[in-house]
């Protein structure tokens, strides 16, 4: 039986030993060394990425206020028009205005009296 109970002991020795590397293996202060470490080395990694992250987000505002104020421009383009038109209209008036004055003056013999305001050439002399 001496054989028997150096085995038992040895057995109990063996299983308090893995017990022992099992809670020291998964001590806290292991698992806080663990997750520093973890954090150390991809620390550099997600502080690139942040900034990264940053420049892409500038150039993204900038990219967004370009084409904001494009698309004002546009609507605003659009919306002219109807000054567009009214400009058109009053040109043509005038045209027909300047046509029925050039009319005016071509059928009679008399030249045109002088603005009061306008300067006579022959009162600069």
């Not at 060394?33 to 420049?55: A, C, F, G, N, T």
């Not at 990219?63 to 043509?92: D, P, Q, W």
Request: aromatic fraction near 6%; proline fraction near 6%; hydrophobic fraction near 30%.
């Amino acid at each position: 039986m001496d054989d028997q109970e150096m085995q038992l002991k040895v057995k109990r020795v063996t299983d308090k030993f893995t017990e022992s590397m099992y809670v020291l293996a998964n001590e806290p202060s292991v698992a806080l060394y663990r997750l520093q470490e973890h954090v150390r080395r991809s620390l550099p990694e997600l502080v690139q990425h942040k900034s990264d992250m940053q420049s892409w987000e500038e150039q993204s505002q900038g990219a967004i206020y370009t084409v904001e104020y494009a698309c004002s421009a546009v609507k605003s383009m659009t919306n002219s028009s109807l000054y567009f038109k009214s400009i058109e209209g009053l040109l043509r008036q005038t045209i027909s205005m300047k046509e029925q004055i050039n009319n005016t003056q071509g059928r009679s013999d008399v030249s045109p009296t002088p603005h009061p305001l306008d300067p006579s050439p022959s009162s600069a002399s």
